[in-house]
């Protein structure tokens, strides 16, 4: 059999793990991934050949795929996603558990010849700036094109990250199969004691991508604890004031509140004039230390974005859509058959041609059809090079220095638009007691709380109660700490329309947190932290009166005795293990509201 992963490693680690993986999935040849170009261009024409991937039009989107998976395959599935730590009580009560051996068991009757006839592709990459010591090496092994193709995008692959691991044993191994795309059989297993990831059925991005939610995030969790820094589901952005100097926060956001747009965001023109920019550093996950200064240092483990398509354009995101203009593989959304370029609901008002293809693969007319032409999680695999607002830092090999972590919901009534925890424990209650209110679009019962702490519910490695812990040690490491703040852009008035315009304009809040950063300004407390007095939030440009602002930084005592009895049932999950600063923080909270 054709097997060249020993041309390019001789680290007896990696080459005995392959001879394992290969004895039981049984592919016709091993490939493994160089991270050269020519490589992936081969790549990408071979499962052009097959229909893996379609090639859209080179001249207007050159270096552009496009991919469609199976409409049962759409997106992350948490019922199937587990925690394999030896003992229950470490996978917590907001994980699925099975045990490893069961799951090694199960895996290993389903991967059991998976590979027949098929190639199998080694993909070693790496998460971080290459030599950057936040980063990590791991090794998926994957039989689709499609994996390989999206890997080489999101992450550092080949050669670069195999240097990197040298002898060692110090890697993740993943594996994922295709097998047949049964979703009974479909299951993300991650095993955080043995750092090893197993994927089987699936062929969507967040689940067989497993550098990213995977990796990044549950086995780096479990990996922060034990090594003493923090994998975070957060945004890393720069804000440039008009001196030139640049500040660092980091934000985490649940699922659709705006979290790409955020870290991209263009400021109102009246800032834009006086000089004020923003920089990308990473778009979905923070790797975080603490630096020889004392701060806390973040860096973007991934290099590039997977982002939600639809409700991308010119207006909410231009520097998406231009990241997305070359180099990029788009999945699940339609295509203009007239000239194969790509298209998603609000990319524009209306579709370009009556002659589309929907995400299904089905013919689709916008004029006669009801449905949607891209699948609503329809994503773009963008390189971050690419992005115009990428910061000059987003590969610095010690991170970016942070000035403030923000916290975000999505809530109607309850949290105001912005405030600020009273120190670091209290940030971490504020942090821990994240929710969301489900809009009618996601499952017709408007108003349901779902808790997220740290938006890491579907993505923390270990048991919560002690991640939580593992923030509060990580507070007692230092007293150079960023200042925690809570942001909700989604308060409604009577009608049920937003109060506050977000996009752009959320600059106007970010800008005064900077200056609650600097010491510039005062803020007023009240019964849940620091709210901005009404003059320091600069709302010069915007079409907003003061009392409008008043009634969105405004605390109704009522919802949030609400909120903290729903905090309460949260915490009583976890049956004592919640730190006690935390319950602290609960019963101070239930004090400042009586
Ligand atoms: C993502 C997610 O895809 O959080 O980033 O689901
Ligand atoms: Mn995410």
Not at 160 to 178: C, E, P, Y
């Amino acid at each position: 059999m054709n097997n060249n992963t020993s041309k390019f490693t001789k680290n007896k680690y990696v080459l005995n793990w392959i001879d394992e993986v290969v004895a039981l999935t049984n592919p016709k040849e091993v490939i493994l991934i160089d991270g050269g170009e020519s490589q992936i261009k081969q790549l990408r024409k071979e499962g052009c050949s097959t229909g893996e991937m379609i090639e859209l039009n080179q001249k207007k989107m050159p270096g552009c795929y496009y991919h469609r998976t199976k409409p049962n395959d759409v997106a992350r599935m948490e019922d199937r996603t587990f925690i394999c730590s030896k003992d229950e009580i470490n996978a917590g009560p907001t994980n699925n558990w099975k045990s490893p051996e069961e799951a090694y068991k199960l895996g290993k009757e389903i991967f059991k010849n998976s590979m027949t006839g098929r190639t199998m592709y080694v993909i070693p990459y790496c998460m971080g700036p290459i030599g950057s010591p936040f980063s990590k090496i791991g090794i998926e092994v994957t039989d689709s094109i499609y994996v390989v193709l999206n890997m080489h995008i999101m992450t550092r692959t080949g050669k670069q990250a195999l240097n990197m691991l040298g002898f060692t044993n110090d890697f993740v191994r993943g594996l994922h199969g295709k097998c047949t795309l049964d979703e009974t059989k479909r299951y993300i297993f991650h095993f955080p004691e043995d750092n090893t990831i197993w994927s089987l059925n699936s062929a969507y991005g967040g689940n067989v991508l497993l550098g990213k939610k995977c990796f990044a995030l549950r086995i780096a969790t479990y990996m922060g604890k034990q090594e003493g820094w923090m994998a975070e589901h957060m945004l890393i952005l720069g804000i440039e004031n008009p001196k030139g100097e640049i500040k660092y926060i980091a934000a985490a956001f649940p699922s659709a509140c705006g979290k790409t747009n955020l870290a991209m965001l263009i400021p109102p023109e009246i800032f834009r004039n006086k000089g004020y920019k923003i920089w990308t550093v990473g778009d979905d996950i923070a790797w975080i230390r603490i630096g020889d200064d004392g701060r806390l240092y973040a860096v973007n483990p991934e290099a590039g974005f997977f982002g939600v398509a639809p409700g991308t354009n010119v207006k909410s995101n231009p520097n998406a859509l231009a990241a997305t203009a070359r180099n990029t593989i788009f999945t699940n959304v339609a295509i203009n058959k007239d000239d194969m370029t790509v298209w998603w609901e609000k990319l524009t008002n209306t579709p370009p041609t009556e002659n589309m293809e929907d995400w299904i693969g089905r013919p689709w007319n916008y004029k006669t059809s009801t449905e949607k032409g891209a699948n609503p999680n329809s994503r773009f695999t963008a390189p971050a090079k690419n992005c115009p607002c990428i910061s000059s830092e987003w590969e610095s090999s010690n991170g970016v220095p942070l000035s403030a972590i923000i916290f975000g919901g999505r809530r109607a009534k309850t949290a105001p638009l912005v405030y600020q925890s009273r120190d670091w424990n209290h940030g971490i209650f504020i942090g821990s007691a994240m929710a969301s209110e489900t809009t009618a679009a996601a499952n017709g019962q408007v108003g349901v709380i779902r808790r997220d702490p740290m938006a890491m519910l579907p993505f923390c490695g270990y048991n919560m109660a002690d991640y939580f812990g593992h923030w509060i040690e990580m507070g007692q490491k230092t007293d150079k700490l960023p200042k925690i703040f809570h942001v909700n852009w989604f308060r409604t008035n009577e009608n049920g329309d937003f109060i506050w315009p977000g996009y752009g304009e959320n600059f106007r809040v970010l800008e005064w947190m900077l200056k609650r950063c600097e010491n510039k300004v005062d803020a007023k407390e009240v019964e849940i932290g620091y709210v901005p007095n009404i003059d320091d939030l600069n709302l010069e440009g915007l079409d907003m009166d003061k009392e409008t602002l008043n009634n969105l930084l405004s605390i109704d005592k009522n919802l949030w005795l609400e909120d903290a009895n729903g905090i309460e049932e949260f915490y009583n999950k976890f049956n004592g293990r919640i730190p006690t600063e935390l319950q602290n923080e609960l019963e101070t909270l239930k004090n400042n509201l009586k």
